[in-house]
């Protein structure tokens, strides 16, 4: 092929793949967040309504009242355990530590390559739990609270964003990726319900108008 032509065809290739990739089907998340299904916005809704709704107390609050992050196997500790299951091509040593591979953070569709920039977000915060009714609890109970792998309870997301959530429900906080809201408030519910944790009003108020939405 005559080399006019050739570098035609390079340009073209090259223009296409840019036309591709501006349209997001080259550039799409390297990994992503593996949270348990969590129940459908019919569902949330029928759980919603059927929690108790009572003013939040935080008297005795203490995080180390929440054992974390406890061995699930092997060598392998919760967090471990979370990064593994919500990053793609996590290679990790004979501590579980991850020591490569890629996490997208479904709350601001960021994706980082190195572990140290992702937390495990707890969904529901362990101060909230508490204030919600985890006061009352036994330590196993809130132990089992804080490590749960099976409720849509755990997640890998970026650091400085799960630090800027702190403790706060969703009617103060939400992610900044709106397509990730409906799972959020589902998540948040399914968890409340199945632990009996209350909610504030304006926490009832803020869930019911996302989930209307949803």
Known sequence: MPKFYARRRLGFLAAFTGLIASAGLLNGPAASAALPTPVSAATA????????????????????????????????????????????????????AATSGTWYSPYDGATWSASSDVDIDHMVPLAEAWDSGADSWTTSRRQSFANDLTRPQLLAVTDNVNQS??????????????????????????????????????????????????
Request: aromatic share 12%.
């Open 45 to 96: 809704r029928t759980y919603l309504s059927s929690l108790t709704v009572a003013s939040e107390d935080r008297t005795g609050y203490d995080r180390d009242l929440f054992p974390h992050w406890i061995t699930q196997s092997g060598t392998c500790n919760t967090r471990e355990t979370i990064l593994k299951r919500d990053g793609e091509d996590v290679v990790t040593n004979s501590s579980c």
């Open 165 to 214: 959530k702190g403790d706060q429900d969703p009617a103060t906080w939400m992610p900044s990726r709106s397509a990730y809201r409906c799972t959020y408030v589902r998540a948040w519910v399914q968890v409340k319900y199945y632990y009996d944790l209350s909610v504030d009003s304006a926490e009832k108020s803020a869930l019911q108008g996302y989930l209307a939405n949803c």
